[in-house]
T-cell receptor
Framework: DQQVKQNSPSLSVQEGRISILNCDYT??????FLWYKKYPAEGPTFLIS?????DKNEDGRFTVFLNKSAKHLSLHIVPSQPGDSAVYFC????????????FGKGTRLHILP | GAVVSQHPSWVICKSGTSVKIECRSL??????MFWYRQFPKQSLMLMAT?????????EQGVEKDKFLINHASLTLSTLTVTSAHPEDSSFYIC??????????????FGQGTRLTVV
């Protein structure tokens, strides 16, 4: 049972435009959410996170939005740059329960020139 | 930032042999380490959680006798794939952190180990 779902396996976006990656979760115990960027044969690199007490967190070109009622979060990258091409993983944890980090299947982002 | 070193980066072994993968936290003490496995084009699947000095907790469906995890110190955890078979070929990643660490990153990941069993 997939607790963290990324329903788009891939996404192509023109350079300079906004990239929006979506993520849904099913476990209402999750209270902390993270986005990671990953290249093949490497470990994930942390990008940005958000606590369930917030609905938005921004860090440079990256913004994460959280809609708790819909159990949905999204990562916005603007403007998109060629170096953003990678696989992006959404992850979630229940900090005061078992605190494990559970990953979605990832979305491969292609930034087109 | 904190560094987690995983060794080896890749390994090829013969079917039936055992392989040990090390995960070290280089500049912090990790009371908790997590081991993940990633199949091609799939998610990072959590295999087990290990706390220093205690037995690892395995996720459902993960054979604990096949994937032996040891967390003997605050800076080192090892994953041993015993009697490896071709279906064990995968990308294994560890992560390390202080439990309930209230920092944005929460966990620091190693660079992963590509295991190929022939």
């Amino acid at each position: 049972d997939q607790q963290v779902k990324q329903n788009s396996p891939s996404l192509s976006v023109q350079e300079g435009r906004i990239s929006i990656l979506n993520c849904d979760y099913t476990n209402s115990m999750f209270d902390y959410f993270l986005w990671y960027k990953k290249y093949p044969a490497e470990g994930p690199t942390f990008l940005i996170s958000i606590s369930s007490i917030k609905d938005k967190n921004e860090d440079g070109r990256f913004t994460v939005f959280l809609n708790k009622s819909a159990k949905h979060l999204s990562l916005h990258i603007v403007p998109s740059q060629p170096g953003d091409s990678a696989v992006y993983f959404c992850a979630a944890s229940a900090r005061f329960r078992d605190d494990k980090i559970i990953f979605g299947k990832g979305t491969r982002l292609h930034i087109l020139p | 930032g904190a560094v987690v070193s995983q060794h080896p980066s890749w390994v090829i072994c013969k079917s039936g042999t055992s392989v040990k993968i090390e995960c070290r936290s280089l500049d912090f003490q990790a009371t908790t380490m997590f081991w993940y496995r990633q199949f091609p084009k799939q998610s990072l699947m959590l295999m087990a959680t290990s706390n220093e000095g205690s037995k690892a907790t395995y996720e459902q469906g993960v054979e604990k006798d096949k994937f032996l995890i040891n967390h003997a110190s605050l800076t080192l955890s090892t994953l041993t794939v015993t009697s490896a078979h071709p279906e064990d070929s995968s990308f294994y990643i560890c992560s390390a952190r202080v439990r309930f660490q209230l920092t944005p990153q929460k966990a620091f990941f190693g660079q992963g180990t590509r295991l190929t069993v022939v």
